[in-house]
Structure formats: structure tokens, C-alpha cells
């Protein structure tokens, strides 16, 4: 028995190239909707990586949880802030407490240094070899909101990569294969 | 694939349907009422005004996203900030221009097409469907316009009509309701 004679296929068999087009089109649009839902939030937080989620928790946070993350440049950087910040040459954003701020005349001369709320220490021993304060440039945003747990689906899709080709792969199949 | 008694050799494959799925049966019954038309009207020719209409429709979605995609890829967040914004909010406006489309242009429709007997100005058919969830009873439509007439004709008939124990469409049954409704659509006077 050939791979498309199986009955599940039914459909898709009998349809003309318009409607396969559709098909492909119809599972673009879905992507598409993602897509753009995620640039939208980009666009109205400001914040490069308006959600992310939250790998080592804390008191505060917790393993799993969703952040919600804004930006407004103008809006000075406080001791007592929660902000999500970059260090160079690593890709995952750390969210912890202000606690000193430096300011000169200009915002973009900032300094500032950060301490997990759990931790004995502050962050120095986090920063890049030779970096003592954070600036504003590196900061990613500032957190605004949480939701509890919904990341541990994330989570999960990154520990396990096969899990999330498998899941992927199946919804994709079940668009193609299903009219409406 | 299917081997029976009916199966003759040249034999068209019969066609099958799991008939409990309901969406799945009305597809089903709608691409065969095509085939039906199709293979046995002779001057009639398929349109397709309305599926193109929603291709292009999507298509122009999709490239919205699309170009979005690439334009933040070559120039990151905060410069890409206006063309983002524009293209969501472009994407999202489309989606509801298309969801509109679908409801109120498109409907129920699954066929149209063109019948020209050379004689005659043209005839614009549109045949439409519907099946609700979970009942047995299909509604097959069929409408036409010849310049400024037009006529209609409905019929709702139970699946179990058309398909057998197993599943099997049986084309000859329901070619016989298309010829009905073609029939009595054409000879109402309007």
C-alpha cells in the first residue's frame, strides 16, 4: 500500500491544486498569525523579548513562570527595579533587583548594579571579565508582569528538542491534511 | 487498493468517507456533486472567482508576515519598530477583510460555473451546501443568473441516501439529485 493510500488521506487526495495551494496557505497564515502576534507585542513593550521565561527561579520567580517584559528607554532606571538584562558573549536574559544607580547629566551615562533577591552576593561575579556596573545598553527590559507555570511547556520544548519536532510536526500535518 | 465484487478492472476508485465525520461527509458530497457535474455537463465550465478571491487574499496576508519576517532579521528590533507595527496591524486587518469575505461573499458555496450553450446569454451558476454538526441531513443548493434572471432551487436529503453501509458514495444516486435541482432551478420562471 502506497504512503498516501492510507484512509487518513482521504482528503487530501481528492483535492484539485487549488485547494492544496489553500492548504499550504492556510498553514502559513497560522504561522503568520504567531509571527505577527509576537512582532506586535515587540512593537507595543518595546522590549526586544517582550515574554520570556523564567529557567532558575528565586523567591520571586519561579522555575516555569512567564515574564512580561517592557521598554521605555526614557524612563530612568531605579534602584528596586526589576530589570532583565544581557551580559556580553551570553544569550540568556537575568532578571534581578537594582539596588545602586549612578547617574550623570545624560540617561545613557548610567550605571548600575544588580543582586538576585535570593543571593548573598551581587552580581559582579555574573558580569563580563572587567565589567563592575551594567548601563542602560544592556538592559533588555523590565519586568512588568507574570504568569505562573505556562512557560514550563518552553521549558520542556528546550530540554527535550525531539519533543517539539514531534508536536510541530503533527499540528503541521493535521492543518495540511484537514479542510477548514 | 480496495478489492470487492464491484471492483471492475479500469473501474474508477470507488469513493469512500468515514461516515460519521460530518465536515468530512458534506467535503465529500460537495466534491463529488463537482464530479458529478464536471464529467456529465458538457457546456458547462468550472469558475473559480470566489477561491481565487480568498488565495489572493491570503497570499497578500501571508507576504505581509513574510516581509516583515525578513525585514527584522536584516535590521534589527528598534529600527524595524515602524515597519513591524505596520505589517501587524496590516496582517490583522487582512485576517478580518478575509474572515468577512468568507462570511458574506463566499458563504456556503463550494462550485460555480459557466454554462454556455452558444445560443443563450451566459449562465452563472453557484451551487452551495450545508450539514450541521452531528445531523444526517445535507443541503444541497443550486443558483443561477442569466443576465437578469435568476433561479434557485434547494433540497435536503439525508447522507444515507447517497452512501452506502461501508461508506461508499454512490455517484449514480446523487447524479440523479443534480440533474433535479439543475432542472427545476431552470424552469422557475423568475
Known amino acids: 500500500m502506497g504512503f498516501l493510500d492510507y484512509a487518513i488521506f482521504d482528503e487530501i487526495r481528492r483535492m484539485n491544486s487549488r485547494q492544496v495551494i489553500y492548504q499550504f496557505l492556510n498553514f502559513a497564515m497560522i504561522v503568520s498569525s504567531a509571527l505577527m502576534i509576537w512582532k506586535g507585542l515587540m512593537v507595543v513593550t518595546g522590549s526586544e523579548s517582550p515574554i520570556v521565561v523564567v529557567i532558575s527561579g528565586s523567591i520571586a520567580f519561579h522555575r516555569g513562570d512567564l515574564l512580561m517584559l517592557t521598554m521605555d528607554r526614557d524612563d530612568p532606571i531605579r534602584a528596586g527595579d526589576l530589570t532583565a538584562f544581557k551580559i556580553e558573549s551570553r544569550d540568556i536574559p537575568i532578571v534581578h533587583r537594582v539596588i545602586k544607580v549612578h547617574e550623570k547629566s545624560g540617561k545613557d551615562d548610567s550605571k548600575f548594579l544588580t543582586k538576585g533577591d535570593d543571593n548573598m552576593v551581587d552580581d559582579r561575579g555574573l558580569y563580563a571579565p572587567g565589567q563592575h556596573w551594567l548601563t542602560p545598553k544592556d538592559v533588555v527590559g523590565r519586568g512588568k508582569g507574570f504568569v505562573p507555570y505556562v512557560g514550563m511547556v518552553t521549558i520542556l520544548m528546550n530540554d527535550y528538542p525531539m519533543l517539539t519536532y514531534t508536536v510541530l510536526g503533527l499540528l503541521g500535518l493535521f492543518v495540511l491534511i484537514h479542510r477548514d | ?190
Request: proline share 3%; glycine share 4%; aromatic share 14%.
Open chain 2, 1 to 190: 487498493m480496495v478489492e470487492g465484487e464491484n471492483q471492475e478492472k479500469g473501474a474508477p476508485e470507488p469513493i469512500k468517507v468515514v461516515k460519521w465525520d460530518g465536515p468530512t461527509v458534506k467535503n465529500t458530497l460537495d466534491d463529488c456533486v463537482k464530479k458529478v457535474i464536471n464529467e456529465n455537463y458538457s457546456t458547462w465550465k468550472e469558475r473559480h472567482t470566489l477561491a481565487d478571491g480568498r488565495l489572493f487574499l491570503s497570499v497578500i496576508a501571508v507576504g505581509f508576515a513574510a516581509f516583515a519576517l525578513v525585514y527584522d532579521y536584516l535590521y534589527p528590533f528598534p529600527l524595524s519598530k515602524m515597519v513591524l507595527a505596520t505589517c501587524s496591524i496590516s496582517y490583522f486587518v487582512l485576517m478580518f477583510v478575509l474572515q468577512i469575505y468568507q462570511w458574506y461573499v463566499e458563504k456556503t458555496t463550494f462550485y460555480q460555473a459557466a454554462e454556455n450553450d452558444g445560443k443563450n446569454p451566459a449562465r452563472y451558476w453557484r451551487w452551495s451546501s450545508e450539514m450541521k454538526r452531528y445531523d444526517d441531513k445535507y443541503t444541497l443548493v443550486a443558483e443561477y443568473t442569466q443576465g437578469s434572471r435568476w433561479g434557485s432551487m434547494k433540497l435536503v436529503k439525508s447522507i444515507a441516501s447517497y452512501i452506502t453501509e461501508d461508506g461508499e458514495v454512490l455517484l449514480s444516486l446523487l447524479k440523479k439529485d443534480v440533474d433535479y435541482l439543475r432542472d427545476q432551478a431552470t424552469s422557475k420562471r423568475e
